[in-house]
């Protein structure tokens, strides 16, 4: 096997490939950089027809799809997920933290929702506002901009409705909502939940001649071969290569730490390379680190004793995911339905921005509303909560023959589910730091995780199971899921479980309080920055990934500057 | 631009793919054949990576997990469970055994319910029947078995007896297997995973759901004329195109 050897010096070496690494290189690489990606996994491309998912039937899988051995399923398109071989980690007493990754060119960006929010003005100052946690050094209308140009480049959905914490931008047209979520719509307005289209990053319109269009097959999780969906290869680094962008890839390579030298500055990135399982050195005259926030931790915590650029012991701290619980119901309404093709676009055409005042609450921050449902693709698991159905409707639960089957064709297409992605408040006890008994099979030092839900999290997700339960009724639905209770935490998620991790190198002003400056940039390595979302201060109830883009694409113009004049 | 576009492109499957990126632009005039896209010439081990293939390799080369027998069982429950009707074949037929086999493999922890459910089968012909083969009872006898293992608690919090867990299993199996089969795809009447232009629910359904008063909302989403039409927006956000 050829194994590709570092030789130069790149004037960049990004560590990641998915959001932040993706968007830096594009950026870097149109500046006439030369860029080097260190990636973990192999090169994907979603067009290859070997190894697309997208399209199949679920009979093509042994298992019909289920989730035994990748998560989410046999099609979902991450190599990687919570567990993955060879690459442990571990955790503190009383912490179940799931730590998701995808091994691939593109990273998590090949499997992801695609729901592609900005974070609001508020989102940008909670301290502020409710005392908690640490403001942003940069404000919304600083990363104004950067949005407005990610949205243009990207492309997503969605429609301007002049709300205060969820801004407009530059949408294209979305998909009309399904039956399930019409009723959904009427449901929520009758519980004065605010309900609008989603904002997601699927071509409904042509915004380049490059992409394809969405042609709706409901399977954005298995990446788009006509790149009609985002995802990082497909979006940023195929089209900076193909406009002449000197990009190197290093796949297969698993990055361990940051070589600095005498003069304190970043030097090199020393990795793994997987198929000889050798050590190499890349060297770089600026070096990213974007290689999801837990890993660029880890990486940055592993490159010296006690944490390259680590003054303020913060790095690893802050540690935190969105909030997750979820409710679902069946619709009578729904049953007998006519059989159409509603798989959409890959989620949920209708959301629930947060609509409430925490002033009000007894929980300081808010969450959104996914919802699901509908004629879906039966796959591993149809039909298994039958019974449920049957208790609901009335009939003795179990049975068989003929009136058990015409039974499972009545209700096809008659659930609906809701879940809430809400915003933590960010804890200094949670926490990633390095297990000092245990490396993974490159020999490099695992993490090792502390992490604790709050009461603040438990209270928002009881707000959730109310607010679900208010929704579903109102819909006409039978809850399946029945209501959890505060004895079971209010159905929230085990942290991680929603893979919006984010927080371990914050950025901020003072660098006692913060890893990083604003943009990215670490405040004792003057040419090492960070484009995942280590750097956030705080999550909102958002999906991270837009603002993963929008800081990237500033630090890049950022070092792009700061190298003409010859600050790095 | 033709709505249609595209979509007999997108159909030809993987093969296609460097075809697509213009397809998915404006060319083609072709009717959709919904829901019938053509056989994928790539196989599904492709998308497996190195360790998924060993590791679905070694189920293959240990299967079957069941004896011959249990599998004529197996295959007389599944048709118990899910009988050919007028609107599709027998559950056994459409390959849901072999479905099941695999899955004890792949969850270990299906098979001793499966097993000691099969064995529990036995023993109720015996009692029950004399004979301590379930396969050569009559039918009236096997649903007399049936019957009494058939139906789970009301209440849901209940566990239910075992050879009662192994029916709802062995049920939930069956069901999967077969609507996740060609067959059984049709019978449902799913619809998808075929390219098209979603453009809501059918008029008809709408009006039997009265969804109606909505124009607001329908007026901001995409009118599919537009699709292949270059987005352009003025300085505040509005579409222009």
Redesign the interface.
């Given at each position: 096997m050829e194994i590709k050897k570092p030789t130069k010096t790149y004037d960049a070496v990004i560590v990641g490939s998915g959001a932040g690494g993706g968007m830096t290189a594009k950026v870097l690489a149109e500046q006439g950089l030369s860029v080097a990606i260190v990636e973990a996994g192999p090169y994907f491309d979603p067009a290859d027809p070997v190894t697309k998912t997208q399209m199949r039937w679920p009979y093509e899988s042994p298992r019909r799809g289920a989730g035994s051995h990748r998560d989410f399923g046999d099609f979902n398109m991450a190599w990687g997920g919570w567990d993955i071989e060879g690459e442990p980690y571990t955790q503190a007493e009383g912490t179940d933290f799931r730590w998701f990754r995808s091994r691939m060119l593109g990273g998590r960006t090949n499997h992801w929702g695609r729901i592609s929010l900005r974070f609001g003005p508020d989102d940008f100052r909670r301290k502020d506002i409710d005392g908690l946690g640490a403001n942003w050094p940069v404000s919304y209308e600083d990363l104004k901009p950067y949005y407005d140009k990610v949205d243009k480049l990207i492309g997503v959905f969605g429609t301007n409705e002049g709300l205060p914490n969820d801004p407009d931008g530059f949408f294209l047209p979305p998909p009309k909502p399904r039956l399930h979520e019409w009723y959904y719509i009427k449901g929520a307005r009758k519980a004065g939940v605010t309900v609008i289209p989603s904002r997601m990053s699927m071509l409904t319109k042509r915004i380049s001649k490059e992409r394809g269009l969405c042609f709706y097959c409901g399977q954005c999780g298995r990446s788009c071969m006509v790149y009609a969906d985002f995802s990082s290869g497909s979006c940023l680094i195929f089209p900076a290569q193909k406009a002449g962008g000197q990009i190197d890839l290093f796949v297969n390579c698993m990055a361990r730490s940051v070589e600095t030298g005498p003069d304190g500055k970043a030097k090199a990135v020393s990795y793994v390379n997987k198929a000889d399982r050798r050590e190499y050195q890349i060297k770089g005259k600026v070096i990213v680190l974007a290689a999801s926030a837990c890993s660029t931790a880890r990486i940055l915590l592993n490159s010296k004793e006690g944490g390259l650029g680590n003054s303020s012991g913060l790095i690893g701290r802050y540690l935190h995911d969105s909030t997750g619980s979820s409710m679902y119901g069946f619709l009578p309404d729904l049953m007998d339905r006519k059989r159409y093709n509603e798989d959409g676009v890959g989620g949920m055409h209708v959301y629930s921005p947060w609509w409430g005042d925490n002033k009000k609450l007894d929980f300081p921050r808010g969450y959104h509303i996914e919802v699901w449902g509908g004629q879906s693709m039966p796959r591993y698991g149809h039909g298994f909560n039958q019974a449920y159905v049957q208790r609901a409707l009335g009939i003795t639960p179990g049975g068989y023959g003929k009136k058990y089957k015409e039974e499972l064709r009545r209700i096809y297409g008659a659930f609906v589910g809701m879940s809430g992605r809400g915003e933590s408040v960010a804890q200094y006890d949670n926490h990633c730091d390095i297990d000092p008994n245990k490396v993974d099979e490159w020999g490099i030092p695992v993490l090792r995780f502390h992490y604790k839900w709050t009461e603040h999290e438990r209270r928002q997700a009881g707000h959730m199971q109310d607010t679900f339960e208010e929704v579903l009724t109102n819909m006409g639905a039978k809850i399946l899921s029945s209501k959890k209770t505060a004895e079971q935490d209010y159905g929230l998620n085990k942290p991680g479980q929603i893979i919006h991790e984010v927080g371990t190198a914050r950025m901020g002003d003072d660098p006692m309080e913060s890893v990083t400056n604003s943009y990215g940039r670490l405040h004792e390595v003057p040419n090492l920055f960070i484009t995942d979302a280590a750097t956030f201060p705080s999550q909102a109830d958002k999906n991270p990934t837009w603002t993963i883009m929008a800081l990237a694409w500033r630090t890049s113009d950022h070092i792009i500057s700061e190298l003409k004049k010859m600050n790095l | 631009m033709d709505r249609r576009e595209?979509?007999k492109s997108?159909l030809i499957?993987?093969?296609a793919?460097?075809a697509?990126?213009t397809?998915?632009?404006c060319e083609a005039d072709t009717t959709p054949a919904?829901?019938t896209?053509a056989e994928?010439p790539?196989p599904?081990e492709?998308?497996r990576?190195p360790?998924?293939r060993q590791?679905?390799a070694r189920?293959?080369a240990n299967a079957p997990f069941f004896s011959e027998s249990e599998h004529k069982t197996l295959d007389r429950l599944a048709d118990?469970?899910?009988?050919a009707?007028e609107?599709?074949p027998a559950a056994s037929a459409t390959?849901v055994t072999d479905?099941i086999d695999?899955?004890t493999l792949?969850?270990p922890d299906f098979q001793l319910p499966l097993r000691g459910g099969l064995s529990w089968l036995s023993r109720a012909a015996l009692q029950r029947f004399g004979q301590n083969d379930f396969m050569v009872l009559s039918e009236e006898q096997q649903l007399a078995i049936?019957d009494t293992i058939?139906?789970?608690?009301?209440d849901?919090v209940e566990d239910p007896e075992p050879e009662?867990a192994f029916?709802?299993l062995l049920?939930?199996l069956v069901?999967?297997?077969y609507?996740?089969?060609?067959e059984?795809?049709k019978?449902?009447?799913?619809?998808?995973?075929?390219?098209?232009?979603?453009?809501?629910?059918?008029e008809?359904?709408?009006r039997k759901?009265g969804?109606t008063g909505?124009e607001a909302?329908?007026s901001?989403?995409?009118?599919h004329d537009?699709?292949?039409?270059?987005?352009k927006?003025d300085e505040n956000?509005?579409?222009l195109?």
């Amino acid at each position: 096997m050829e194994i590709k050897k570092p030789t130069k010096t790149y004037d960049a070496v990004i560590v990641g490939s998915g959001a932040g690494g993706g968007m830096t290189a594009k950026v870097l690489a149109e500046q006439g950089l030369s860029v080097a990606i260190v990636e973990a996994g192999p090169y994907f491309d979603p067009a290859d027809p070997v190894t697309k998912t997208q399209m199949r039937w679920p009979y093509e899988s042994p298992r019909r799809g289920a989730g035994s051995h990748r998560d989410f399923g046999d099609f979902n398109m991450a190599w990687g997920g919570w567990d993955i071989e060879g690459e442990p980690y571990t955790q503190a007493e009383g912490t179940d933290f799931r730590w998701f990754r995808s091994r691939m060119l593109g990273g998590r960006t090949n499997h992801w929702g695609r729901i592609s929010l900005r974070f609001g003005p508020d989102d940008f100052r909670r301290k502020d506002i409710d005392g908690l946690g640490a403001n942003w050094p940069v404000s919304y209308e600083d990363l104004k901009p950067y949005y407005d140009k990610v949205d243009k480049l990207i492309g997503v959905f969605g429609t301007n409705e002049g709300l205060p914490n969820d801004p407009d931008g530059f949408f294209l047209p979305p998909p009309k909502p399904r039956l399930h979520e019409w009723y959904y719509i009427k449901g929520a307005r009758k519980a004065g939940v605010t309900v609008i289209p989603s904002r997601m990053s699927m071509l409904t319109k042509r915004i380049s001649k490059e992409r394809g269009l969405c042609f709706y097959c409901g399977q954005c999780g298995r990446s788009c071969m006509v790149y009609a969906d985002f995802s990082s290869g497909s979006c940023l680094i195929f089209p900076a290569q193909k406009a002449g962008g000197q990009i190197d890839l290093f796949v297969n390579c698993m990055a361990r730490s940051v070589e600095t030298g005498p003069d304190g500055k970043a030097k090199a990135v020393s990795y793994v390379n997987k198929a000889d399982r050798r050590e190499y050195q890349i060297k770089g005259k600026v070096i990213v680190l974007a290689a999801s926030a837990c890993s660029t931790a880890r990486i940055l915590l592993n490159s010296k004793e006690g944490g390259l650029g680590n003054s303020s012991g913060l790095i690893g701290r802050y540690l935190h995911d969105s909030t997750g619980s979820s409710m679902y119901g069946f619709l009578p309404d729904l049953m007998d339905r006519k059989r159409y093709n509603e798989d959409g676009v890959g989620g949920m055409h209708v959301y629930s921005p947060w609509w409430g005042d925490n002033k009000k609450l007894d929980f300081p921050r808010g969450y959104h509303i996914e919802v699901w449902g509908g004629q879906s693709m039966p796959r591993y698991g149809h039909g298994f909560n039958q019974a449920y159905v049957q208790r609901a409707l009335g009939i003795t639960p179990g049975g068989y023959g003929k009136k058990y089957k015409e039974e499972l064709r009545r209700i096809y297409g008659a659930f609906v589910g809701m879940s809430g992605r809400g915003e933590s408040v960010a804890q200094y006890d949670n926490h990633c730091d390095i297990d000092p008994n245990k490396v993974d099979e490159w020999g490099i030092p695992v993490l090792r995780f502390h992490y604790k839900w709050t009461e603040h999290e438990r209270r928002q997700a009881g707000h959730m199971q109310d607010t679900f339960e208010e929704v579903l009724t109102n819909m006409g639905a039978k809850i399946l899921s029945s209501k959890k209770t505060a004895e079971q935490d209010y159905g929230l998620n085990k942290p991680g479980q929603i893979i919006h991790e984010v927080g371990t190198a914050r950025m901020g002003d003072d660098p006692m309080e913060s890893v990083t400056n604003s943009y990215g940039r670490l405040h004792e390595v003057p040419n090492l920055f960070i484009t995942d979302a280590a750097t956030f201060p705080s999550q909102a109830d958002k999906n991270p990934t837009w603002t993963i883009m929008a800081l990237a694409w500033r630090t890049s113009d950022h070092i792009i500057s700061e190298l003409k004049k010859m600050n790095l | 631009m033709d709505r249609r576009e595209s979509i007999k492109s997108l159909l030809i499957g993987a093969a296609a793919t460097s075809a697509l990126f213009t397809a998915a632009g404006c060319e083609a005039d072709t009717t959709p054949a919904g829901g019938t896209a053509a056989e994928n010439p790539f196989p599904y081990e492709g998308t497996r990576l190195p360790n998924e293939r060993q590791r679905d390799a070694r189920f293959h080369a240990n299967a079957p997990f069941f004896s011959e027998s249990e599998h004529k069982t197996l295959d007389r429950l599944a048709d118990i469970i899910l009988p050919a009707d007028e609107q599709g074949p027998a559950a056994s037929a459409t390959g849901v055994t072999d479905f099941i086999d695999f899955m004890t493999l792949d969850f270990p922890d299906f098979q001793l319910p499966l097993r000691g459910g099969l064995s529990w089968l036995s023993r109720a012909a015996l009692q029950r029947f004399g004979q301590n083969d379930f396969m050569v009872l009559s039918e009236e006898q096997q649903l007399a078995i049936i019957d009494t293992i058939a139906y789970m608690p009301q209440d849901p919090v209940e566990d239910p007896e075992p050879e009662v867990a192994f029916f709802d299993l062995l049920r939930r199996l069956v069901t999967t297997g077969y609507f996740t089969s060609k067959e059984g795809l049709k019978d449902l009447g799913y619809k998808g995973n075929a390219p098209n232009l979603w453009d809501g629910p059918p008029e008809d359904v709408l009006r039997k759901h009265g969804i109606t008063g909505e124009e607001a909302w329908l007026s901001k989403c995409i009118d599919h004329d537009t699709r292949n039409e270059m987005a352009k927006w003025d300085e505040n956000g509005n579409l222009l195109t």
